[in-house]
């Protein structure tokens, strides 16, 4: 199977996941091997959050260019619409899962945006059955777009917002599991007609 560029974007976006994932779980002590850290203005930097931050970044920018290149040269295909959607929620919701266990944010931020997602997706495969595919709407690219700047932040301590006593990276995620709800019920009142058309039959 030949995969264009996008959906090869997509792929690394996945394979950057799945290495931030690693260096921020892999118990590295336990071979010898520590991050560097360092205080900066009485803020203890941890290396290893700067480097996977920088990752983080990167596959937030293959997200925004496999779009546009498969919008621009007419290559947006169902296989890659399935697989964009799998690797932003592995990029996402695996980053908001470990930051949650390591205490940098609260535990109901990820509990929200994974129980929107479940209900999300039942929809999406409930109507599609029927014949209606629905697209994602600005709601759920606002959601995104939040989430990612309050992710990026948190990584970089918070950085330079921190010194100023501004808590600017939750106000992001914050912002942006708001928007996951709200796009929750766009999406159930633009397809609720189709969920439940087989009880209008009756």
């Known amino acids: 199977m030949k995969f264009n560029v996008p959906t090869k974007l997509t792929f690394l976006r996945l394979a950057l996941s799945l290495l931030i994932i690693i260096l921020l779980l892999f118990p590295f002590y336990r071979v010898g091997f520590s991050f560097t850290t360092f205080l900066f203005h009485d803020i203890l930097i941890d290396v290893r959050y700067i480097l996977c931050g920088v990752i983080f970044v990167m596959a937030s920018l ?13 290559q947006v295909t169902d296989f890659g619409k399935f697989s964009d959607a799998i690797a932003d929620k592995v990029l996402v919701n695996s980053v908001l899962i470990i930051f949650a266990a390591q205490g940098f944010i609260p535990a109901i931020i990820p509990v929200i945006i994974i129980v929107r997602d479940i209900i999300v997706d039942a929809i999406r495969m409930n ?28 990584f970089f301590y918070n950085l330079p917002f921190e010194l100023f006593g501004l808590q600017v990276s939750k106000l992001f995620l914050y912002f942006g599991t708001l ?13 609720k007609k189709a969920l439940f058309s087989e009880f209008d039959k009756k």
Request: proline content about 0%; hydrophobic content about 45%; charged content about 15%.
């Open 179 to 191: 928007m996951s709800i709200v796009s929750m019920f766009e999406y159930y009142s633009l397809n």
């Open 62 to 74: 293959t997200d925004y260019i496999d779009g546009y290149l498969a919008r621009k040269n007419n």
């Open 127 to 154: 109507v599609a059955t029927k014949g209606v595919v629905q697209a994602a709407k600005m709601s759920g690219k606002i959601k995104t777009a939040c989430l990612m700047v309050g992710i990026t932040l948190t």
